[in-house]
């Protein structure tokens, strides 16, 4: 049991400051993004901070999973003992926050192109706008920001800042 449990322990652990690292990348990106009020010309550090989290909450899935099924409580050491559902429900918010700022990142949908009667394309989709930018900077910050406060509450800061296996 223990040949699973402290591999996926360990991944979960390093996973954990990917998800801190993309989360301040995406962050100053936004932040700077709404200040500069320029384009949006990539949405990579709203994916990767999603992609990481939703890698996360799969580990942590697992990590519960495996724990229920050999009778161990999570977070035995934690502050109450309510912890380990706290943990797993605030993840799961992240996540859901960490969606709608990749989200509201994407380029809005733009009508197909028109065509007239003798066979000639109207011109062709509408180009974004500056205040079509202005919008998914704005949004992707505030969802980005608000992926934090669960984040924040949810990590279980005593135990190991880089475990290695079996460490305690
Ligand atoms: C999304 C953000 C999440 C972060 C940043 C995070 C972070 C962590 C960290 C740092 C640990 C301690 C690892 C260690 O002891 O080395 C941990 C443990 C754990 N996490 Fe997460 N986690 C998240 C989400 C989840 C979710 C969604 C679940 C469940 C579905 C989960 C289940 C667990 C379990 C079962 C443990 C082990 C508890 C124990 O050993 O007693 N985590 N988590």
Same mark, same amino acid.
């Given at each position: 049991?223990?040949?699973?449990?402290?591999?996926?322990?360990?991944?979960?652990?390093?996973?954990? @400051?990917?998800? =801190?690292?993309? $989360?301040?990348? /995406?962050? *100053?990106? %936004?932040? !700077?993004?709404? #200040?500069?009020?320029?384009?949006?010309?990539?949405?990579?550090?709203?994916?990767?901070?999603?992609?990481?989290?939703?890698?996360?909450?799969?580990?942590?899935?697992?990590?519960?999973?495996?724990?229920?099924?050999?009778?161990?409580?999570?977070?035995?050491?934690?502050?109450?003992?309510?912890?380990? @559902?706290?943990? =797993?429900?605030? $993840?799961?918010? /992240?996540? *859901?926050? %960490?969606? !709608?700022?990749? #989200?509201?990142?994407?380029?809005?949908?733009?009508?197909?192109?028109?065509?007239?009667?003798?066979?000639?394309?109207?011109?062709?989709?509408?180009?974004?706008?500056?205040?079509?930018?202005?919008?998914?900077?704005?949004?992707?910050?505030?969802?980005?920001?608000?992926?934090?406060?669960?984040?924040?509450?949810?990590?279980?800061?005593?135990?190991?800042?880089?475990?290695?296996?079996?460490?305690?």
């Amino acid at each position: 049991m223990e040949n699973v449990y402290y591999p996926l322990l360990t991944a979960h652990n390093w996973v954990r @400051w990917l998800v =801190l690292l993309t $989360g301040i990348w /995406a962050l *100053v990106n %936004a932040f !700077m993004g709404v #200040r500069s009020r320029g384009p949006m010309t990539s949405r990579a550090p709203f994916s990767a901070f999603m992609g990481s989290i939703h890698l996360q909450v799969l580990l942590g899935l697992g990590l519960f999973a495996i724990m229920g099924m050999n009778g161990m409580a999570p977070f035995p050491d934690g502050p109450r003992s309510s912890f380990g @559902w706290e943990h =797993l429900g605030l $993840g799961l918010i /992240a996540a *859901v926050f %960490a969606t !709608m700022a990749n #989200r509201a990142a994407k380029a809005p949908a733009r009508a197909a192109p028109v065509y007239v009667a003798d066979g000639t394309p109207a011109p062709g989709p509408t180009p974004t706008t500056v205040s079509d930018d202005i919008t998914r900077w704005r949004s992707a910050l505030f969802w980005t920001f608000l992926t934090w406060v669960p984040l924040l509450l949810a990590m279980p800061w005593w135990r190991p800042v880089l475990r290695m296996l079996g460490t305690e």
